[in-house]
């Protein structure tokens, strides 16, 4: 069973960067896609970047496009999103979440149009940027 650990999470001055990783237990192949969604007060959880492991292709919201970057290291079983210039809009609850596609054919943008089938989710870790 794949169970997921955020961290990384705190208090952020405006134009600070974040690491935030994810810490993956189980089996996870090719066929998963994987990514980082945000949920703030009061909003709708949203999709911010999301990965399809079969061949490692990202897809980055527009929202957080050029400054947001999603990452994997099958090494440490870890999944990450750098997070430059954050801004008072970056403040959530960020969550690590993971799908079986079973689609060994998918790519980033097809990770990212079936994100409300993602169905495993971590605590998630809160990012707080003061304005």
């Known amino acids: 069973q794949v169970q997921l650990v955020e961290s990384g999470g705190g208090s952020v001055q405006a134009g600070g960067s974040r690491r935030l990783s994810c810490a993956v237990t189980?089996?996870?192949?090719?066929?998963?896609?994987m990514g980082w969604f945000r949920q703030a007060a009061g909003k709708e959880r949203e999709g911010v970047a999301v990965?399809?492991?079969?061949?490692?292709?990202?897809y980055v919201a527009d929202s957080v496009k050029g400054r947001f970057t999603i990452s994997r290291e099958n090494a440490k079983n870890s999944l990450y999103l750098q997070m430059n210039n954050l801004v008072s809009d970056d403040t959530a609850m960020y969550y690590c979440?993971?799908?079986?596609?079973?689609?060994?054919?998918?790519?980033?943008?097809?990770?990212?149009?079936?994100?409300?089938?993602?169905?495993?989710w971590g605590q998630g870790t809160q990012v707080t940027v003061p304005s």
């Open positions: 979440a993971a799908w079986n596609s079973r689609n060994f054919m998918n790519s980033g943008l097809y990770c990212y149009e079936r994100r409300a089938d993602f169905d495993i």
């Open positions: 189980g089996d996870v192949n090719r066929y998963y896609c």
């Open positions: 990965i399809a492991l079969g061949g490692d292709r990202t």
